[in-house]
């Protein structure tokens, strides 16, 4: 109880102390962050449309990788792009490992099956009353897109919630292909694990804080957003 102690009184200190490094940390972490999160739901939310509004042959399977994608291993995801990205790799000659794009890279692996399979679901079960209604009233196929889109609003803000909350926690994958560089590569939770390798618990716990005030800001944005939409 003594250290979770120290850790909150640390968590404060740094807070209010503007500490540099904290502060260099922190906004890297919210960069990879949202902006792997953006990429995926600009690429995840009109693959989702897609899949759950056509039928093609192998959909099913298409479906069903969705599904294992959304619950992959992060060290699986960052050791494929590590290994791709290698020096012997495909695309080695980018040199990208041990970079901040290459952490980017890892997180919309992670963060894209999880905005597609979540806006599948969604259309799976709006579709069909949408394109009802948007028949019975004459609206062409256009016009019954912009309907769907308009009633998953909620459900798409959700998939974006759920996203960013695996970018921002995420540890292994980036830790892969990061490499936890202090001032280049270096995210609070791969700084967190570190600090509980030397056994600064404190620090760790206070970097902890920090991350589940930051996790939570974003999310009551998020979820404020939501409450208005679905009134």
């Known amino acids: 109880m003594d250290t979770i102690g120290q850790g909150i009184i640390e968590a404060i200190k740094l807070i209010f102390a503007a500490d540099p490094e904290i502060f260099e940390i922190v906004g890297l972490s919210l960069y990879v962050s949202f902006t792997s999160v953006i990429i995926s739901t600009v690429a995840g939310i009109p693959l989702g449309i ?3 509004t056509y039928d093609f042959k192998g959909k099913g399977i298409v479906v069903r990788l969705i599904y294992t994608f959304m619950s992959l291993p992060p060290v699986i995801a960052g050791l494929t792009v ?3 990205l290698m020096r012997r790799g495909p695309l080695g000659s980018l040199q990208l490992n041990y970079t901040v794009p290459a952490m980017i890279i890892a997180q919309i692996c992670l963060v894209t099956p999880i905005i597609v399979g979540l806006t599948y679901n969604i259309v799976k079960e709006k579709a069909p009353v949408v394109n009802s209604l948007g028949i019975t009233l004459g609206v062409g196929r256009t016009g019954r897109m912009k309907l769907l889109i308009y009633e998953m609003r909620v459900g798409i803000t959700t998939a974006v919630i759920s996203g960013f909350g695996r ?9 892969i292909v990061g490499g936890n560089i202090k001032g280049k590569t270096r995210v609070m939770t791969t700084y967190i694990s570190e600090l509980k390798g030397m056994g600064n ?6 970097v902890g804080i920090i991350l589940l005030l930051i996790a939570f800001t974003v999310n009551a944005i998020l979820y404020h957003f939501q409450e208005r939409e679905s009134r």
């Open 201 to 206: 618990y404190e620090r760790a716990i206070a």
């Open 167 to 175: 970018a921002i926690s995420e540890v292994g994958a980036v830790m």
């Open 50 to 52: 897609l899949i759950g």
């Open 82 to 84: 590590f290994l791709i």
